[in-house]
Structures are given as structure tokens and as C-alpha cells.
């Protein structure tokens, strides 16, 4: 089967279809991330997985998935999609999936881009020294609540780098688009580069 500069190869068709499904509503979040793929499309496959949520600012079609079983439903859906060391990028609500999937099996990912992530707050410093993945944590520097807090709790990872986009609130995807792109696609390139050594 055809791969990608990284090894990474397109899901089958029965995936995609799949995959679709489990996107469900259309939302901000899902039509900021849309540009990343625009941006990244001729270099990255992108997957866009929108979980069920009781959030107030998202609703979408399904049972919420208990705390407890979120990492491993991530996790399942890599396998799914037979996606080798994907990047995970984990914008607000979705840390409920991403921070323990994060710290449980950092190895089953390439890097991860968290951009303002809940749950940062569940690991202690120690935790995250432990944790040696590429992370690029993002946040608006008009986010004064979340965005400031996942920035101080995960700065102590060993590989991690922060960077705040000026000019962006918590949606710093959408309210700084250029900026938000260019440091995204500038640490993929680190990463992409780091693991042809």
C-alpha cells in the first residue's frame, strides 16, 4: 500500500466512510482545524475526529463517553484507522481524550500539538518530566484562564514548547489563523525532520 513522506498510509475507504460518520455536527472548532488540512494536505494525511460531549459550547450526536474510557476509545480509533505514530492535535475540550491517551501511550504518537487542552491540570510536574514526546503547546494570549494554565502546567515537559499566539483568544486557531498555521507546520517539520535521523 501507497505511504506518505512518513510513512504514514491513506485509510481505506470503509475508514474514511467511518470516520465520517463520527464527525457529527459542524462546529468552530471543527472548521478551524479544517484549515490545518488545508494548510498541511500536501504534506500530512489529516483525520478529524469529533468526540460526543455534553459541553455546553458543542453538542453533538451520541452517548458521552465516561472519563474513565476516553484514552482507550482514542486509542482504538488509531488502531482503526491503522494509523502509524499519527501527530495527535487536541484542541480545549478534547483533552478529556487526549491528555490521559497523551500520558498513558506516548508512544503510539508522533508528537502532540495541544492547544489549550482540559485535564492539563490531572498530572503533576513529575508526570510530565517523565513524558519525552515532541508536544507543541499552544495557546492565545487573550486566553487568560485555560489557555495560561495547560501553558504553565505543561512547560516542564522535557520536549515540549510553547508558544503563544498574539492577537488570540481561547480559539487561537480561528483568531490568528497565520500565526497559529506557521507554528504548527514549523514543529511538524522539527518532528518530521527529528525522525528521519
Not at 485509510?11 to 472548521?31: D, P
Not at 475526529?49 to 484514552?71: C, I, M, Q, R, W
Not at 519525552?132 to 499552544?138: A, F, G, Q, R, S
Amino acid at each position: 500500500m501507497r505511504t506518505g513522506p512518513d510513512g504514514l498510509r491513506p485509510a481505506s475507504s470503509a475508514a474514511h466512510r467511518s470516520l465520517q460518520r463520527r464527525l457529527g455536527a459542524f462546529n468552530s472548532t471543527r472548521v478551524g482545524l479544517i484549515t490545518i488540512g488545508v494548510s498541511a494536505s500536501l504534506i500530512y494525511a489529516i483525520y478529524f475526529f469529533l468526540a460526543p460531549t455534553t459541553s455546553k459550547d458543542y453538542v453533538t450526536a451520541g452517548k458521552t463517553v465516561p472519563n474513565e474510557l476516553k484514552p482507550e476509545m482514542l486509542k482504538q480509533l488509531i488502531e482503526e484507522l491503522g494509523l502509524d505514530r499519527p501527530v495527535l492535535v487536541s484542541p480545549s475540550m478534547s483533552g478529556a481524550y487526549a491528555m490521559p491517551f497523551f500520558m498513558q501511550w506516548p508512544k503510539l504518537i508522533r508528537a502532540f500539538i495541544a492547544i489549550a487542552p482540559v485535564n492539563s491540570g490531572d498530572y503533576s510536574a513529575d508526570d510530565y518530566g517523565k513524558n519525552e514526546l515532541p508536544t507543541l503547546i499552544v495557546y492565545g494570549e487573550r486566553d487568560t484562564s485555560l489557555g495560561v494554565s495547560s501553558a504553565s502546567n505543561m512547560k516542564v515537559l522535557p520536549n515540549g514548547r510553547v508558544v503563544k499566539i498574539p492577537s488570540a483568544g481561547h480559539a487561537c486557531y480561528l483568531n490568528n489563523p497565520e500565526v497559529f498555521h506557521t507554528a504548527c507546520l514549523n514543529f511538524l517539520d522539527l518532528v518530521r525532520t527529528h525522525s528521519k535521523r
